[in-house]
């Protein structure tokens, strides 16, 4: 009798026992998640795939004595396709975070899915501030950049150059759309004025419509609410426009491989922000280089962002010798995070990596001195500056 | 209010010229070979690519590319009609359209992997550019060009096509190939000719369109279900109607861009449902 309950109150304990401690199924499992083939696949795409490899392979291939498997997906930038992949992942095939998610809309279709099942989202692509705003989750991480940051460095600067009026080209989906919102709020506080906005269909190919309503505007400047070949495409047919010089285009999310493709002629004197520049300092050269030879491109900050959010995890597992989503997640957020990547990071319970972020201009062609030299980092917007106060956060997990 | 207007339906005329000039090669294909060509924007694409590669790799400027690139692609097509296309004659056009559906995807992809997704810029060639300014908005004198050329290539082909005894030959083998055949007319070599110059006008409009947008591996898929939107509301086959309607559509999209900016791209599918509704041959198309 006493050893029937014994047995019995011994495996009643085991889950528990097995979920308190060490790797669960015996191997950690993350799968980047990203557009492998559309608009953002220069930006994010195979290029993520490779920095998580890159973290796992600088872990040793193991962690917490387990194997680290790195396997990957398109999500076609579709929300659909996204949280379908993200559901077998995670009933299937034992996956337990979740990195990239490009796109805003595919970060917000898979992060209530991570969220239900206790596994983690480590987002580096999207932009959009619900993603730590009203639509946070416990289990999610914001690592490379908001909308708010992008506005505020971007914003900001302009207006404070003497751009006081603008006009948006924003891309009509959520990201343009919180992108647009919170630009419109930095000018507006800054004592500039918003004249109107108009909204392109993603992805858009010919952007001359929507440059002649911003040109007939009259606005000073011309902010750009989208991103990857869209950004592109309006930089490259403003020009054609003649928006410039009589007008000034302002980037709200541009991406090295953006200026890459578009040449500096076309994109040189564009204000920028950015979480990271591979030409920044000897650390940030030093990591860009193996990611070179390995993809033949240099990294984006999405790419940057992967590395560095993956090594995040992976260090917090270590610390915490499980992967327990509850129990890593308070190590990603008790350590501060200070990288090649980011400086003076810290993950706030909303789930936003609030680090330094970068102000830049886009090179003239002839101040360019080797391949790939496109920018001139201005200023370094400190952490506090660049993201929003936890006090302001909608996130109900911020407000304990 | 008027000039932003007119700046943008003169903005839509552009466009309009570049569907037109894509449908054009479609409906000459789909018209004469009864193939559903679905490789046509990839052949856009490679166009813009040969454009793109003989600047950078070779120093070949735009105008011998205006008039190489589309020989080459049209000497590729030759061989695809030749040793694919002809394999399916008489089945079923469905068989055709997988084909050169299938044979899109393996171009595209390929470029994908070469070239990756942000493309590569062309320069505007020095004669054509700059702007002007008309008053009511500013045109770059290179769309403007655009505009000129596409007119012209339509129309010659439009010309040729109706009014020339090869013409003539031409239409003959869509009703009856054997017939014309037993006139002593070499029937396949014609039918392996028109598409490669279809194929041809298909890189002639990927040239044109190489210093506009971004030359990227994509450039082909996006437009290309917007032109079978044209080609159907035109009426399969018909050149005429693959012109007018080229020419109409962008004028309807640049309306919409104007007025309600986020339905402009789904207003071309709305118009084709509507035409499809009432005249399901489409408005120049005769019921077969």
Known sequence: MVRTLAAALSLALLPLAA???GISDGVVKIGVLTDMTGAYSDLAGPGSVAAAQMAAEDFGGKVAGKPIVIVSADHQNKADVASNVARRWFDQEQVDAVADLVSSSTALAVMPVAASKKRITLLSGPGSDPI???KCTPYNVHYTYDTYALAHGTGSAVVAEGGKSWFFITADYV????????????????GGKVLGAVRAPFPTADFSSYLLQAQSSGAQIVGLANAGADTVNSIKQAHEFGLTPKQSLA???VFLSDIHSLGLEAAQGLYLTTAFYWDRDDESRKWAQRFFQRTKRMPTMVHAGVYSEVTHYLKAIQAAGTDDADAVMRKMKDAPVNDFFARNGRIGPDGLHRHDMYLARVKAPKDSKKPWDYYQILETIPADKAFPPLSASKCPLAKK | MTQALFGQLLVGLINGSFYALLSLGLAIIFGLLDVVNFAHGAQYMLGAYLAW?????LGVGYWVALLAAPAAVGLLGMAVERLLLRRLRGLDNLYGLLLTFGLALVVEGLFRQAFGISGNAY???????GARNLGFMVLPVYRAWVVVASL???LGSWLVIEKTRLGAYLRAGTENPALLQAFGVNVPLMFTVTYGFGAALAAFAGVMAAPVYQVTPLMGSQVIIVVFAVVVIGGMGSILGAIVTGLGLGLLEGLAKFLWPEVSGTVVFVAMALVLLLRPAGLFGRQR
């Open chain 2, 152 to 154: 012209a290539v339509c």
């Open chain 1, 19 to 21: 979920a308190a401690a």
């Open chain 2, 123 to 129: 320069p505007v060639p020095p004669q054509l550019a």
């Open chain 1, 251 to 253: 980037g709200l999310l």
């Open chain 1, 175 to 190: 990201f343009g759309r919180t992108l647009e919102e919170d630009t419109a709020s930095v000018v507006k506080a800054a």
């Open chain 2, 53 to 57: 590669m003989g600047l950078t790799w």
């Open chain 1, 132 to 134: 730590t705003g009203d």
